[in-house]
């Protein structure tokens, strides 16, 4: 059965811009979540997706949305790219929402804001 | 609110000796915990996870776990480290009212000196 795979893998941006990475999660899972990596700040919960509807957002200005297509694929877009909004940004996949259901990660989209 | 503390950012060990990674986490409602592990270029892979139930929880590639409510701890420990161990470890909670959110520790770098 095929991961998590997240597209593209890298991205190069400039300030002002507007980014969108995609999540395609494990084949029957409908619960996607999406998380940013920094050095500085470590691993910081974004937003998680079950049946096409948001159940949860981490603390984040509202330049970072997401959604779920009918397919379980999710996508989130950034707006007004930052400095400081360069990360890995990882998402994760679960048969259900709910902490015992295991959630696996994808390789992570590396963005780099010039 | 939930909190993880990984004490230690950098563990170094001898090959063959122990592994302990020290995680103590601060929740209002029972925890869920878990243990992550992060390559160089990957996504987290899950080590092993606390639900409920035996408080010592066993995972992949020989690393245990204790749940320790008293001591608000999860130490991770492998008897005997091995080269490919080098990596970088989380620990994370969660609980019923959060989700899929995990709130994650500052992560450990385990170096395995031959």
Known sequence: ?114 | AQSVTQLGSHVSVSEGALVLLRCNYSSSVPPYLFWYVQYPNQGLQLLLKYTTGATLVKGINGFEAEFKKSETSFHLTKPSAHMSDAAEYFCAVSDNNAGNMLTFGGGTRLMVKP
């Open chain 1, 1 to 114: 059965k095929a991961g998590v795979t997240q597209t593209p893998r890298y991205l190069i941006k400039t300030r002002g811009q507007q980014v969108t990475l995609s999540c395609s999660p494990i084949s029957g899972h409908r619960s996607v979540s999406w998380y940013q990596q920094t050095p500085g700040q470590g691993l910081q919960f974004l937003f998680e997706y079950f049946s096409e509807t948001q159940r949860n957002k981490g603390n984040f200005p509202g330049r970072f949305s997401g959604r779920q297509f009918s397919n379980s694929r999710s996508e989130m877009n950034v707006s007004t790219l930052e400095l400081g909004d360069s990360a890995l940004y990882l998402c994760a996949s679960s048969l259900d929402p709910g902490p015992t259901d295991t959630q696996y990660f994808g390789p992570g989209t590396r963005l780099t804001v010039l």
